[in-house]
């Protein structure tokens, strides 16, 4: 969707597009980066704490599994970004899953 050639960091596969449909997605969405499964799609390059943030969502999909995605989907229309657990728990001090 955006050109990007994908590269392994951390046991994922992270695509880094500013141009095409992922750029133009993330950024109208307000994301900075996205992460389906092992696979984390991002506007520029990340940063440290960008990067925690999505490795935790990574583990996140690793417990819920198919479930991740219309759990984040229902938490996000329901509760907002900020209010939303998953999010939460990918914060600096995730709590929800030890």
């Known amino acids: 969707m955006s050109g990007a ?3 392994r960091r951390d046991g994922c596969f992270l695509y880094v597009s500013d141009r095409g449909v992922a750029h133009l997605v993330l950024t109208r969405r307000g994301f900075g ?3 389906f499964g092992h696979v984390i799609v991002s506007n520029a390059e990340p940063t440290p704490a960008i990067w925690r943030h999505e490795l935790r969502h990574v583990a996140q999909y690793e417990r819920l599994g198919l479930a991740f995605l219309p759990l984040y989907l ?3 229309a329901r509760r907002g970004y900020l209010d939303h657990p998953l999010e ?3 914060s ?3 709590t929800l899953f030890p």
């Open 74 to 76: 229902w938490y996000r």
């Open 5 to 7: 050639m994908p590269r």
């Open 88 to 90: 939460r728990d990918a």
């Open 92 to 94: 600096e001090a995730p």
């Open 33 to 35: 980066a996205i992460t």
